[in-house]
């Protein structure tokens, strides 16, 4: 009697997670195709505020931006977090566990630290030699910076379950340093290495805090664009702008997902 | 290169019976491996071998035997070159390898874990090493498709690996070195995660294949039996040193010393208190020896077979003799093993069950042996 209680207690708790997790999201994307500009009222289905968002040429704009920084930045650091993984693992026997905890830091820093870092140091460096001018270059290495640790992470975490004696039979069987990288190294890393590019991009292209910091004044991405409008008021605009949003960072991370399952057989 | 495996054409009767004739297409380039003062160790105190010296034979399936942490596997390692020794010199078919990387030594391995690659299909794991030496598509196809055939998983090539059970597995790993004509093939405890049916079954296989293949084969194994039913030669190490190399009758029938004696399953190692030419003096009481199997150690061991024993019955001339008590008995269907109690020591027998009388806990029984099937043992 009592452990039904508890069960019908736990589906309800269940329930209300998802009904909060959701719901919200619901409520922007039905709004996106609401007919008015109400916030309240659904007055009819309508696609104008999507097709007013391509009239709008900071919106655009913004968009490419997200679109440069994000592809750019994921790809960068898959390049640069690969390496630093398959070194982790590499030295894993060694006595190198602070190194460690130094990758996993930015992880775990608020956004809000790291982007304010980031700026000092950017504005300081550009003070006295001209650099790092801000714009999209400083944020594409600021995004690096933080999206490293995952892929980092995912690779090292893949390079670990597996059995440490295939790269011994992979030698045994008359494969070169370079063929083995290629034949063996990269083929088993490939499924880590797609999911942790979309976690990347998706990262990416969700961050706000630490691209508003780093941004330069032509290189306002989506989310900071948004922050701007939001200040005049919620317009079914911006709500197209999030449904948009919420389908592509569906879309990669569901990519990230399956591929990082796909490796894990 | 000649070809390693039987052509498809002659393979119409059981590929692994091997009642026929040794291969003669295949290559007789079975290397011969010599070890000369390898030693090897591991951080500051562990050291895994000694200075191991040891000779083994082309086309010789020779088995390292010891208990987990005597050397054996730092051993096979360092014949593959996964491990590089401190110091010592390693000679495959008579040419120093030591500083030959792996890839490029004509050795290849089955893993005890088998390192199957995920990745890849069993036609691609199989065709891995040829494709690592650059052979061409045609040429790998082929010796895929014969190796497959003689392995007798044909049908199993388009498989993914994790489809397979764990005697394919094991197999398609065999394959996957055979197929590669290595001059010396290295087992690593290929058959401990199987079953005790299939791992039987698998023994003499391994055997048969060796033989027919005529490949130098060096087997590493924790397990006695194991070693005896398969290896030309045994070399039985421990704490990184060979305490004794030779085949399985001389090293289970005469092991040179205690340790040997307990690792092949002896029991019945009794210490010698006082010994003459013909005699020796053990708990059991004076035992009659053979003069002409006299050895230098007068202190040691003495072992005696529990199979060499004999229960009961009339004690021929010359014979030794004692009188025990059975204190338990194993019945063991083929055998019956007694614990016996001697002089207030335990003594254990071994019998054939052939339908003789089988003797009671609490029985008082006559125990006979012959003075030569005694053995002493050094300490």
Known sequence: MRKRTLQRGLTTFWWATIFFLYLPLVVVMLFSFNASNSAANFTGFSLRWYTRLLGNEQIISAFWNSLVLASVSSVVALAIGSLIGYGMYRHRHRKLGWLIVLIYLPIVLPDIVFGISEMAFFVSIHRYTGLFQPGLGTMIIAHVTFQIPFVALIVYSRLVGLDATLFEAAKDLYATPFKRAVHFLMPTLKPALISAFFLSFTLSIDDFVISFFTAGPESATLPIYIWGAIKKGVSPEINAIATLMIGAVAIAAVFSLMFNRQGRH | ?379
């Open chain 2, 1 to 379: 290169m000649t070809n390693p495996m039987p052509a498809p054409e002659v393979e119409h009767s059981d590929p692994l019976d091997d009642t026929r004739e040794k291969d003669e297409s295949m290559p007789r380039e079975a290397s011969s491996i010599e070890l000369k003062g390898l030693r090897k160790q591991f951080g500051k105190d562990t050291v895994a071998l000694d200075g191991v010296d040891l000779t083994i034979d082309a086309g010789e399936f020779f088995t390292l035997l010891g208990p987990s942490g005597c050397g054996k596997t730092t051993l096979l390692r360092i014949l593959a070159g996964l491990e590089e020794p401190d110091a010592g010199k390693l000679l495959i078919g008579g040419k120093d390898v030591t500083d030959i990387p792996p890839h490029r030594r004509s050795v290849n391995t089955v893993f005890q874990s088998y390192a199957l690659f995920p990745h890849l299909s069993v036609r691609d794991n199989l065709a891995f090493g040829l494709r690592m030496r650059g052979e061409s598509s045609a040429e790998r196809e082929r010796k895929v498709a014969q190796v497959a055939d003689f392995i007798q998983l044909g049908s199993l090539v388009e498989r993914r690996v994790d489809q397979l059970s764990g005697g394919q597995r094991q197999r398609i790993a065999l394959a996957r070195a055979l197929v590669c004509e290595p001059n010396v093939l290295l087992l690593d405890e290929p058959l401990s995660a199987l079953d005790a049916g299939l791992r039987g079954q698998l023994q003499v296989e391994l055997q048969r294949i060796q033989k027919r293949l005529g490949m130098t084969f060096v087997f590493v194994t924790h397990d006695q039996d194991e070693a005896m039913v398969m290896s030309d030669r045994i070399a039985v190490l421990d704490s990184g040193i060979i305490q004794q190399v030779g085949t399985p009758s001389e090293v289970y029938e005469h092991p040179v010393n205690a340790f040997v004696a307990r690792f092949m399953g002896h029991d019945n190692l009794f210490a010698i208190q006082r010994s003459a030419d013909n005699w020796v003096d053990t708990e059991l009481g004076r035992l009659q020896l053979d003069p002409a199997q006299q050895r230098s150690e007068q202190q040691g061991w003495l072992l005696i077979r529990p199979e060499t024993l004999e229960l009961g019955g009339e004690v021929p001339a010359g014979y030794n003799r004692l009188e025990g008590t059975v204190k338990e008995r194993l019945y063991r269907g083929s055998r019956i093993e007694y614990r016996l109690e001697v002089n207030g020591v335990t003594l254990m027998a071994v019998a054939s069950n052939v339908g003789q009388r089988l003797h009671a806990v609490g029985d008082r029984v006559t125990v006979s042996f012959c003075p030569e099937d005694l053995v002493r043992v050094a300490a």
